[in-house]
């Protein structure tokens, strides 16, 4: 199992990321996929999840409007578009896959069963 993110770096605030978390070695389509971020010393917040179909989306309130979840189910690729970057949204993102689409159950880490290495953004003021 492999979930491969990538796409992080430096911008200015105000500028664009996009992310990619490429899956391997499971069912793609069986799985919920999720965004997670964390900054030094603090705790990994739930960023934004995308059910199985790609037809359901949640967002994090600090994200909702500027950040756009999406997946390819034949690149087997969930991506996250992030606009308006904030000095404030600077963290490691993880991309995360769980079998269950629950809105209370996605919020949880520990709830999920596959987790990526993480990529770093930076947003500078």
């Known amino acids: 199992v492999q979930l491969q993110a990538s796409g992080g770096g430096l911008v200015q605030a105000g500028g664009s990321l996009r992310l990619s978390c490429a899956a391997s070695?499971?069912?793609?389509?069986?799985?919920?996929m999720a965004w997670f971020r964390q900054a030094p010393g603090k705790e990994r917040e739930f960023v934004s999840g995308?059910?199985?179909?790609?037809?359901?989306?949640n967002y994090s309130e600090s994200v909702k409007g500027r950040f756009t979840i999406s997946r390819d189910k034949i690149k087997k690729t969930v991506f996250l578009q992030m606009n308006n970057l904030k000095p404030e949204d600077t963290a490691v993102y993880y991309c995360?896959?769980?079998?269950?689409?629950?809105?209370?159950?996605?919020?949880?880490?520990?709830?999920?069963?596959?987790w990526g290495q993480g990529t770093q953004v930076t947003v500078s003021s």
């Open positions: 070695g499971f069912t793609f389509d069986d799985y919920i």
């Open positions: 995308i059910n199985w179909y790609g037809d359901k989306e």
């Open positions: 995360a896959a769980d079998t269950r689409w629950d809105y209370g159950r996605m919020l949880v880490p520990s709830e999920y069963d596959y």
